[in-house]
């Protein structure tokens, strides 16, 4: 046993020091999917791809990596031959038939896939299109690389390790890098101080067009619907304005609410349990005497996001704290004149609903405790999107200052933009507050978001040097 080991010890010390390609003696087995996406992340493979059907397509950049559901990479551009730029998302399957299998094929989702990347060419011609009937140019990957998968695979640990990049390092990262902390956090919330009269010019333009109260009515409303339902809930109180509303009681505004929606149940209520049905019942005895007049406002079920949505998030719960709302915007707007934030966001958390504050959907069970209507990190939300941009309107200094003060967690957008502007590596720089985390999200949609040239058009690498 004594002799086995150094035997044992050189034999590994063979293996690792020996070029990869001559200890790999077994086949090895094809990559997954997550592999496959991260040798598109690498750009494993020559920077002008053939598709299968003979074309040339220059990869100007691989995209940001998506690791939620939808497309697998957005924001990647490529050159098709007579030199169009397509800017878009790519999709990446082991199999050119996992397309159809996924269900791309009939997803309004994956209509901006510029790229198909499959692992091996398939048995039988396949071709992919989009649910408005475009063809997607499709590229074999596997023998595009580089070098052979079976070289390649050693190497793919480090991208895959457990806190997975989004994006590549952006060319301002360099110039970023030399120069003082305080420089680059004076720039990045100069963005946010940029953004945030931005809202409240948006803001302002609004009040010109309905006035003060009707445009924090609908800010609000948006403001619940964010992210995924903004949209409906906009045009409810667009349709539904708060002068028109405040003139009934609570009863009848859930009902013109919830119908106007279309997210009050129309079906035969035996299907309900009984406490929800006790709800539904008065809703429609209001509303099926006012439903004629707004017949033509009525939003059809399909305009909501209903489907992979937190319970809390569901647009029921949104639309009771609309409702609930209707009294409190007097306050609310008191609050925003004196510029007691506190005032605001505590009005917000006292909003309370006795069915809604049980409830997430009609269908689902109650809840075992109350829940807030308008949680936390909502309240979090209209405080920096709804309150300081009202306040700006009146006191830039202090609507600069709020966003300074306040602490804002990251989001999806502000860690892409802090992947390509930092890198993975520690910086040191204090980017929690407000205004910060705006700053970065300002500068990802000036340019990062519309960059096409893998960063070598953009002009913040510029700006930067002539900052002063
Ligand atoms: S597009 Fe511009 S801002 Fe974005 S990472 Fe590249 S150089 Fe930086």
């Given at each position: 046993m004594l002799f086995n080991k150094p035997i044992i010890y050189l034999a590994q010390m063979t293996t690792k020091y020996q070029p990869t390609s001559c200890v790999a003696e077994s086949p090895v087995s094809p990559p997954t999917e997550e592999e496959m996406q991260a040798l598109w992340f690498e750009q494993w493979f020559p920077p002008v791809l053939k598709t299968d059907e003979g074309d040339e397509v220059e990869v100007i950049q691989s995209g940001n990596w998506n690791h939620g559901a939808g497309p697998d990479f957005f924001q990647a551009a490529v050159r098709r031959a007579g030199g169009k730029v397509a800017v878009g998302t790519v999709e990446l399957h082991l199999r050119a038939s996992d397309w159809d299998a996924h269900g791309h094929h009939v997803?309004?989702?994956?209509?901006?896939?510029i790229l198909h990347v499959c692992w091996e060419r398939p048995a039988k011609t396949f071709f992919p299109a989009t649910q408005d009937f475009r063809h997607v140019p499709q590229v074999i990957l596997k023998d595009q690389l580089v070098a052979s998968w079976e070289l390649l695979k050693p190497h793919l640990g480090p991208v895959l390790?457990?806190?997975?990049?989004?994006a590549r390092a952006g060319r301002c990262q360099e110039e970023l890098a030399h120069q003082p902390a305080e420089k680059v956090l004076e720039i990045v919330r100069e963005a946010g101080h940029y953004r945030l009269r931005q809202k409240a010019e948006r803001i302002g333009w609004r009040i010109k067009a309905v006035g003060r109260r009707q445009a924090l009515w609908e800010a609000l409303a948006e403001g619940l619907g964010y992210s995924q339902n903004k949209i409906p809930m906009r045009l409810l109180a667009q349709r539904l304005p708060h002068a028109r509303l405040q003139r009934w009681p609570r009863g009848k505004r859930f009902a013109l609410l919830f119908g106007l929606s279309g997210l009050l149940p129309a079906t035969n209520l035996a299907a309900f349990a009984p406490g929800v049905r006790e709800w539904i019942k008065p809703q429609w005895g209001h509303w099926w005497k006012a439903r004629s007049v707004y017949d033509y406002a009525i939003l059809p079920r399909a305009s909501w996001k209903l489907a992979a949505l937190r319970p809390w998030n569901r647009p029921e719960r949104r639309v009771a704290a609309l409702a609930a709302l209707v009294p409190l915007i007097r306050a609310l707007e008191q609050s925003i004149v004196s510029q007691r934030e506190n005032a605001f966001a505590e009005i917000l958390e006292a909003v309370s609903d006795p069915f809604w504050d049980l409830h997430t959907t009609f269908i689902a069970g109650p809840l075992p405790k109350r829940h807030h209507l308008i949680g936390a990190e909502r309240i979090g939300d209209l405080v920096t999107n709804v309150f300081w941009p009202f306040v700006c309107l009146a006191n830039d200094n202090a609507a600069e200052s709020g966003w300074r003060k306040s602490q804002s967690r990251p989001n999806r957008v502000t860690t892409l933009a802090s992947q390509r502007l930092f890198g993975q590596a520690e910086t040191g720089l204090k980017l929690d507050d407000t205004l910060a985390q705006q700053g970065l999200i300002q500068i990802y949609r000036d340019y990062c978001a519309v960059d096409a040239s893998d960063c070598a058009q953009c002009k913040f690498p510029e700006l930067i040097r002539q900052w002063e």
């Open positions: 997803d309004p989702e994956y209509n901006e896939t390790a457990r806190d997975l990049p989004r």
